[in-house]
């Protein structure tokens, strides 16, 4: 079992076998908690409250990923074509 030593500034290097094996890199964050006499670190990924999506727009990217893995894409040029399509045609209609 690997050891660490606390330092001055109560700094503790995990060791490398432990963040490969728990995915950690430099500039992860983790939770710290004193629990049942043991400190116990948890790996913690922090998301800013404007990037979470709303459940309409999960449902949106899992249909998405959907389309993409039956091969249903377009690339971003017929995409702006068809919108430019639609577009001409709402005008046409209310002209």
Do not use: N, W
């Amino acid at each position: 079992m690997p050891v660490s030593r606390v330092g001055k500034r109560r700094q503790v290097v995990i060791p490398k076998a432990v963040c490969e094996e728990v995915g950690l890199k430099e500039g992860d964050f983790v939770e710290v908690k004193y629990s049942r006499g043991a400190i116990v670190l948890t790996a913690k990924k922090l998301v800013d409250r404007d990037d979470v999506l709303t459940p309409e727009e999960e449902k949106i990217v899992l249909r998405g990923e959907h389309q993409l893995r039956r091969g249903d894409s377009l690339t971003l040029e017929q995409l702006e074509d068809e919108l430019d399509s639609q577009s001409r045609k709402r005008s046409r209609k209310t002209a």
